[in-house]
């Protein structure tokens, strides 16, 4: 090859390293320009992976992409895995002459390609190989290897610069892949419908409603008060479902303006309305394959449930201001607080998009129906907020199960969670006192809980709770409990036969 035609190779190949912003295509350039310059049938840039010394095709010219994902090389391993190892490139005039080739991508086995000659140099930032830059091209007694093998090498450095980044970017792809892998992971493990706590009764007819459904594509709708848990139940069907893979899309319907629900369900064209600047993508057309979960549906505007309507029947809908029809398949899971049977009565609930949303209702008990979940709650959010403040808080005491058994709960789970937490962040030692909960379950004639009526009952009270919490603590040990207490053995068994208390209970 000429001089000139050298020069004018090499500037193409600059011009090509530094017009594209997508590395890939920059690279895929490169083997194309060399391709037409020195009769190349096939060509790769193999890259070394730095911490498992393995090495992929990054790029290729003349093979297929699942060729390319399939093959690997170890270091040292055939004459790319030793030209990465050692650093040094290697020629060869006859490939089939040679016993070290491995032709693993089985791309040489084409009897009508003819003999080919083969050239691989090293990539190298500073005194490091990062990768190989290989050719094979038509053999011909009379070009000179050695210069190809040159022409290579100077291509090789300009593309050093650039394969350092690609493999930089490649390793955070997989970093951010993987990371993907296992957030996906922990969102199906924590929306398993085994970690919906409870035992009651009525809890394992929600969890059967679940495992019936979560495997269809039917509506589901999840009725309950606010505090129930219907947004779990709705993430425990979509993540063990079919569309597990697909966006899981939350709509808070109760808090959007009228004015903005549709915008916010279905999109909105440029212009279509004041301060519509830009296209916006609807919820609908964002859950596509996946399952959208609107709560509060209850909220919805009649001019909204007409659209709605169509979207649950003709899977179609179109965006405000467009004339565009758009095709959607969505899963269509709703929850409401609200009496929509009372709603229909009113005329403010459509009665074709109640029974069209209808279709599998699933019922969340409210915590005073499911007394026996209480402690199991309890227990649940003490471990949780103890472990997130680092503190080692261990159990409730009697008087605070029975204060958390007698409220009736009106905020539900959410009012139990809240309490909870409150009493973790102002407890300093390692059980949970009445005192740490709030005025609400302390006060309340209907629980049960008022304070005592005398100074000595509430003397009585107190000194019965730390001595039933001591007996716990010293696994009924008199005298240990006693030494706890700061009180002399005499005494303590004196206070506890007054108060019924007896020691061996505690065994």
Not at 125 to 143: C, E, F, N, Q, T
Not at 147 to 170: C, P, Q, W, Y
Request: glycine share 6%.
């Amino acid at each position: 090859m000429k001089s000139l035609e050298d020069i004018t190779l090499l500037y193409e190949i600059s011009q090509a390293l530094n017009e594209h912003l997508d590395l890939q295509k920059a690279l895929y350039k490169v083997l194309e320009i060399l391709s037409s310059s020195l009769d190349m049938v096939r060509g790769t840039i193999t890259i070394l992976h730095p911490l498992r010394d393995e090495i992929h095709i990054a790029v290729a010219h003349g093979l297929s992409k699942s060729t390319m994902e399939s093959v690997t090389y170890k270091l040292g391993e055939g004459i790319t895995g030793r030209v990465i190892e050692t650093g040094k490139a290697v020629t060869i005039p006859k490939i089939s002459e040679d016993p070290s080739f491995l032709n693993r991508t089985a791309a040489r086995k084409d009897a009508q390609t003819g003999e080919l000659s083969y050239i691989c140099v090293p990539i190298q930032k500073g005194d490091r190989v990062i990768g190989a830059l290989s050719a094979d091209r038509h053999y011909d007694p009379s070009y000179s290897l050695k210069d190809g093998e040159k022409l290579l090498s100077v291509v090789a450095t300009m593309v050093a610069r650039h394969a350092i980044n690609f493999e930089t970017i490649r390793l955070e792809q997989e970093k951010l892949r993987e990371e993907n892998r296992h957030l996906k992971k922990e969102l199906e493990n924590k929306y398993q419908v085994t970690h919906i706590i409870g035992n009651s009764n009525k809890m394992r007819e929600v969890f059967q409603m679940i495992s019936q459904v979560c495997k269809s594509n039917a509506t589901v709708l999840i009725r309950g008060e606010s505090g129930t848990g219907k947004e779990l139940v709705a993430n425990s069907i979509h993540y063990n479902s079919h569309r597990s893979k697909f966006p899981f899309v939350k709509v808070n319907c109760a808090a959007l303006p009228e004015n903005l629900i549709e915008s916010e369900l279905f999109g909105h064209e440029k212009g279509a309305f004041s301060g519509a600047v830009r296209q916006k993508l609807g919820k609908f057309e964002l859950a596509n394959k996946g399952t959208i979960f609107l709560d509060e549906i209850g909220s919805i505007g009649p001019d909204v449930q007409v659209k709605l309507l169509r979207v649950l029947q003709e899977k179609e809908f179109d965006r405000v201001g467009g004339a565009k029809t758009i095709k959607t398949d969505v899963r269509v899971i709703a929850a409401t607080n609200k009496n929509l049977e009372q709603a229909l009565e009113e005329e403010t609930f459509r009665g074709d998009l109640y029974y069209r949303i209808n279709v599998f209702p699933i019922y969340m008990p409210p915590l005073r129906e499911r007394k026996t979940d209480v402690l199991l709650l309890a227990d649940h959010f003490l471990e949780k907020y103890a472990r997130e403040n680092q503190k080692d808080i261990r159990r409730f005491s009697t008087p605070v199960i029975d204060m958390l058994m007698s409220y009736h709960w009106p905020g539900n789970v959410r009012e139990l969670e809240n309490c909870i937490e409150r009493a973790v962040l102002l407890c300093e030692e390692n059980v949970i006192h009445s005192y740490h909960l709030p005025p609400t379950l302390q006060t309340g004639e209907e629980t049960g809980t008022l304070p005592s009526r005398s100074l000595d009952e509430a003397v009585a009270k107190v000194e019965k709770e730390m001595i039933i919490d001591s007996l716990k603590n010293t696994r009924g040990n008199i005298s240990l409990a006693a030494r706890m207490l700061k009180t002399t053995v005499r005494k303590f068994s004196y206070k506890a036969n007054a108060y019924a208390i007896d020691y061996r209970d505690y065994r």
